[in-house]
């Protein structure tokens, strides 16, 4: 059974840093796509940030470029998070997510077939 653990998340003021971190178990985590995702109440599901398993490439979401870090750790199935220069816009509940691979990894969260439960990240001033 697949079981993605998110953990890091907490109250944090404008431009200050998490990382966040998910550790996968019963995943074969090799030649796959993870990713972070979010959610703020009233909104749609959204990628951050993703990378493929096999080989590191990444991608974020222009609200995130140059300040979230997408890393790996293949050895611990851990993905990680590392957010700078935090906005109160970053505000939402961030899921860790795991997908095939098909060639590249994509921001769409209909592509991720398992979720974690989340770990909620607040940003105040």
């Known amino acids: 059974q697949v079981q993605l653990v998110e953990s890091g998340g907490g109250s944090v003021q404008t431009g200050g840093s998490l990382t966040l971190s998910c550790g996968a178990s019963?995943?074969?985590?090799?030649?796959?796509?993870m990713g972070w995702f979010r959610q703020a109440p009233g909104q749609e599901r959204e990628g951050v940030a993703v990378?493929?398993?096999?080989?590191?490439?990444?991608s974020y979401a222009d609200s995130v470029k140059g300040r979230f870090t997408i890393g790996q750790d293949n050895a611990k199935n851990t993905v990680y998070l590392q957010m700078n220069s935090l906005k109160s816009e970053d505000t939402a509940m961030y899921f860790c997510?795991?997908?095939?691979?098909?060639?590249?990894?994509?921001?769409?969260?209909?592509?991720?077939?398992?979720w974690g439960q989340g770990t909620q990240v607040t940003v105040s001033s």
């Open positions: 019963g995943y074969t985590y090799s030649r796959n796509c």
């Open positions: 997510a795991a997908g095939l691979w098909y060639g590249r990894c994509v921001l769409a969260p209909r592509e991720y077939r398992h």
């Open positions: 990378i493929y398993s096999g080989g590191g490439s990444t």
